[in-house]
């Protein structure tokens, strides 16, 4: 077999109408010949595709840096931040696989619907929220919308286009996810800053109703004869487990490891993976084929796909939190900061999706999460007097080394199993990359409140007459609330705790860059080693 890497297999298999779909679970069911979908609903499918996809990846980015906004709009706890992000992560890892199988058994443009429905509205109930509880359960709504139009999408295009088209159809699909991870940042700003925070969420619903008018009259449908039936107990103990782990791993960050809730909720989450495990083991029709992770390269790709979203992507939060709280920056200035890592994704995801069809992937996999690793350790040694400045080359490093990874990743997934198994490698890859960015924000959460406690503690005593607001400080620091703190506070000393709190924040996160750094360099050395030319399934021509 040649060196190169083979280009993502084509969704199909020997016969015309049993191809496979890459976010079914089986063929896609199509048309005989002769009957195939008019050729001018196909640039609508397109269009209804592209319109979903960019409305839910949007919201992977465009929440960060309204965050501190929404903090202190809903008078939001640290914890209650990290459960804005991760209920939405939560729900897409949990839902994806199986909103696959439901689309293969009862139509894919009904379910596509249905997702763009749920999402939409659940938009507007998190523009309504008044708390962070109903912000929560909104957010964590979409993300069922959100895993219910992502694991039909490309089965949609695959089922519209044919030929040299569909290399077009997956290509412009290709730099509208792009689009939306780029400008998702600078986009949150102008919204947050020019309007409010609500904004970020209500600007999805008009673009939910053209998508959703656009497939009811356009879009031609599409099953899975041969479908399997979603795997149910595999969902729910799946689902449970993520979840215990997440709620864990947050709990933990104001209580810590050793309060009997976390123990038993950590204990539970093994109980019930080991359980999902041995159901999966069993069953005639898995959620995941376990036997899928024999192959090296299958797992090094899931290592890379957890690795990219529980380093830099998790990141994000904190250098929003940094950018906005301690340095003073806008919504609109934290996204335009924020625009140096887009820049470095856009210019390598370029140079990668060519050179990936020329060289085996692991020579841009593995390298690439090197560089975001890099990136990370190059923005340590910040401290309360440091700049914006200071990230600039971390941020640029990082970001080329996301955009090196991202287009082979996408292609190993499916690369390296039969067409029939497509949909289900593609969704367990998304899977880790959400678990990824679920688990890798509360761990890094329980990691900065633990750094700044211990700061705050070890040198609060060397400001006299601040002894006594320790706790109320390290509090104010994550919660970004250190101003009205600090205005509750004699004149004498509002200075020198100002500047602790900036210290104590640049400490902690230090010690996250820290982290996030080696969790991407050892996942591009596992990379590097595990994928392996030899896997890529032989494609029919």
């Known amino acids: 077999m040649p060196d190169a890497e083979p280009e993502a297999p084509e969704p199909g298999g020997s016969h015309p109408a049993h191809r496979a779909g890459p976010s079914g679970h089986g063929p896609i069911h199509r048309p005989r010949a002769g009957h195939a979908p008019p050729a001018q609903n196909k640039w609508w499918t397109l269009t209804a595709v592209c319109l979903g996809t960019f409305m839910l990846l949007l919201d992977i980015t465009i929440v960060n840096v309204a965050l501190p906004d929404i903090q202190r709009s809903l008078h939001a706890s640290f914890s209650d931040l990290q459960w804005v992000v991760d209920a939405y992560s939560l729900t897409l890892a949990a839902l994806l696989l199986t909103a696959g199988s439901l689309a ?4 894919r443009k009904k379910l596509y619907v249905i997702g763009l429905t749920i999402f939409s509205l659940a938009s507007l109930l998190c523009g309504l ?10 957010r964590g709504l979409q993300g069922i ?13 695959a089922d519209a286009f044919r030929g040299k088209d569909r290399g077009v159809a997956f290509g412009i699909w290709g730099t509208i996810t792009g689009l939306a991870v780029a400008i998702g940042p600078l986009l949150g700003g102008l919204l947050t800053t020019g309007l409010s925070w609500e904004w970020i969420f209500y600007v999805n619903l008009p673009i939910g109703v053209i998508a959703v008018v656009i497939t009811v009259l356009k879009v031609a449908d599409s099953r899975n004869p041969a479908a399997r039936h979603p795997d149910w107990p595999g969902f729910v103990l799946f689902t449970a487990a993520l979840s215990s782990l997440v709620y ?5 960050s104001h209580e810590s490891f050793s309060d009997p809730a976390v123990i038993a909720c950590l204990a539970a989450s093994v109980v019930l993976m080991t359980a999902f495990v041995v159901v999966e083991l069993r069953v005639s029709e898995a959620m995941f084929d376990l036997s899928l992770f024999r192959k090296p390269t299958f797992t090094g790709g899931l290592v890379a796909a957890f690795g990219l979203s529980a380093s830099l992507l998790s990141m994000l939060l904190y250098l929003v939190l940094y950018l906005q709280d301690i340095l003073g920056f806008s919504a609109l200035g934290a996204g335009v900061r924020l625009l140096l890592i887009s820049v470095g994704i856009l210019v390598m995801s370029t140079v990668s999706g060519r050179l990936s069809s020329r060289m ?13 690793g890099g990136g990370l350790l190059w923005m340590r040694g910040l401290d309360a007097s440091s700049g914006w400045t200071h990230l600039i080359p971390g941020m640029l490093m990082s970001g080329a080394g996301l955009g090196l990874v991202n287009p082979p990743l996408a292609s190993t997934a499916v690369g390296v199993v039969q067409p029939a198994n497509a949909g289900m490698a593609s969704g367990i890859n998304s899977t880790f990359r959400q678990i990824g960015i679920a ?24 400001i006299p007459g601040a002894g006594e607001i320790g706790s109320r400080l390290s509090t104010a620091v994550q919660s970004g609330t250190v101003s009205q703190t600090v205005d509750t506070l004699p004149p004498a000393v509002r200075g020198p705790v100002e500047n602790l709190a900036a210290a104590a924040f640049t400490s902690g996160l230090n010690e996250l860059l820290l982290v996030g750094g080696i969790i991407a360099l050892a996942s591009g050395v596992v990379a590097f080693f595990t994928i392996r030319t030899k896997d890529f399934a032989q494609q029919p021509s």
């Open 439 to 462: 688990t890798g924000i509360a761990l890094l959460g329980t990691l900065f409140s633990s750094k700044i406690k211990s700061y705050v503690t070890d040198h609060i005593a060397g």
């Open 129 to 138: 929220a008044n708390g962070s509880l109903m912000l929560q359960l909104s």
């Open 104 to 107: 293969d058994l009862y139509g």
């Open 360 to 372: 085996p992937v692991k020579y841009l996999i593995g390298p690439g999460l090197l560089l975001i």
């Open 248 to 252: 864990a791993l947050i709990q933990s």
């Open 145 to 157: 919308g959100g895993s219910i139009m992502f694991s039909v999408s490309l089965a949609l295009l």
